[in-house]
């Protein structure tokens, strides 16, 4: 009698009513503050109105409480900010959103056994340093690399393409993820090479491109080196366009560039959905920054929950809310999650398993602007 009543008694407990549980705390690391404020600001609103919208819809679910915490997009910061967290017995974190405070605060959350969901980290080696506990929700590098690696191998099949780089880890990796693309598809680039973050005169480069006879040229940096190099391109007579990352997603590619940006290709993430309706409220105005990111703040936060309420069905026994290794078993390697920005699985890294990556090219619009908007020319 004694055995065959403990299973009913768990049962219960496991169904007892959220509103007895003290809620389940998520931390948030953001830059709330810093050049990266907006992005920063969005992640919070998003993370908000998924916790709003999750509390109020009930079912038996805990209930759940945001804790934002401004780590200012610097590692030192986000290092601190993540200490404070598992001190706390925080378990469950959104954050950091820049890759360097995501390598930086890593080690802490995985001795503690916290769970991070990073909406924006996509330096590539970031999930192959065994972390148990992190995942990411944007495409790694490698992922926009090799999709751009695609298109030019489709677009420009047989033809002469240069790869480029500003000789940072970020652009070089972009480049060598094209590269890698390219050799697969069997047509090695006609030249690799880079140049310093802020260099001004390309001539030589230039020379070089121009002597090799480019058709295409890929880019691995950020919008400034980026405008400089198109602009020189074109200076110089050469009409192949450009292919960079979401690296130049920033006015001043259009501010630099000019007319000379005309026609370069870029890779990024597909549009983010806007957020539903809050109940009972109109929606906040969002820059167009924190609008990108917001979706990814709400998603995180249906991660998350989700993937409490399964490692809480596989093991009752563990108690209402699991420890944060039994929730990233969950997310690893197990069917894709149900969020705002579609299914959303991981790999055994704790890359997204379907990085999705869209190509664009920029345009001058009728009033003479520089954008990209809906201008989708994905699969070629």
Do not use: C
């Not at 924190?290 to 998350?304: D, K, Q």
């Not at 997310?331 to 055994?348: K, N, S, W, Y």
């Amino acid at each position: 009698m004694k055995h065959s009543l403990a299973p009913i008694v768990a049962g219960l407990l496991f169904a007892a009513p959220a509103a007895a549980q003290a809620p389940v705390r998520i931390g948030l690391s953001a830059p709330l503050s810093g050049p990266d404020a907006a992005y920063g600001q969005g992640l919070r609103q998003g993370a908000e109105q998924a916790v709003a919208d999750l509390n109020r819809a009930g079912g038996g679910r805990p209930k759940f409480a945001l804790v934002p915490v401004d780590d200012a997009g610097e590692a030192r910061q986000a290092v601190a900010t993540a200490k404070r967290f598992t001190a706390d017995g925080v378990r469950f974190v959104i954050g950091p959103f820049e890759s360097g405070a995501v390598a930086a605060a890593a080690p802490v959350y995985e001795e503690a056994g916290a769970v991070m969901i990073a909406p924006g980290a996509t330096y590539a080696p970031l999930t192959g340093r065994g972390f148990g506990t992190l995942f990411r929700l944007a495409p790694s590098d490698t992922q926009q690399g090799r999709a751009a690696g695609s298109y030019l191998a489709k677009a420009f099949a047989g033809r002469r393409v240069a790869i480029l780089n500003d000789r940072s880890t970020y652009g070089r990796g972009l480049a060598e993820a094209v590269a890698a693309q390219f050799k697969e598809a069997g047509t090695p680039e006609v030249l690799f090479d880079g140049f310093p973050r802020g260099t001004r005169d390309l001539s030589d480069l230039v020379g070089r491109l121009k002597a090799a006879r480019v058709e295409a040229v890929y880019f691995g940096g950020l919008a400034p080196e980026a405008a400089t190099l198109v602009r020189a391109l074109r200076e110089a007579g050469i009409a192949a366009p450009l292919v960079a990352s979401d690296g130049i997603l920033d006015p001043a590619f259009a501010a630099i560039a000019g007319p000379a940006g005309e026609g370069t290709v870029m890779t990024l993430p597909p549009d983010p959905p806007r957020l539903p309706e809050p109940k009972g409220g109109k929606a906040p105005a969002r820059s167009a920054e924190a609008e990108s990111v917001a979706a990814s703040g709400y998603a995180a936060v249906e991660i998350l929950a989700q993937a409490l309420e399964r490692a809480r069905g596989a093991d009752p026994k563990a108690g209402r809310i699991p420890d944060g290794r039994k929730v990233a078993e969950a997310l690893h390697g197990t069917q894709p999650v149900r969020t705002i920005l579609g299914p959303v699985g991981f790999d055994e890294r704790g890359d997204r398993a379907s990085g999705a990556v869209t190509v664009r090219v920029w345009r001058r619009t009728p009033d003479g602007r520089l954008d990209y908007a809906g201008n989708d020319i994905s699969g070629p």
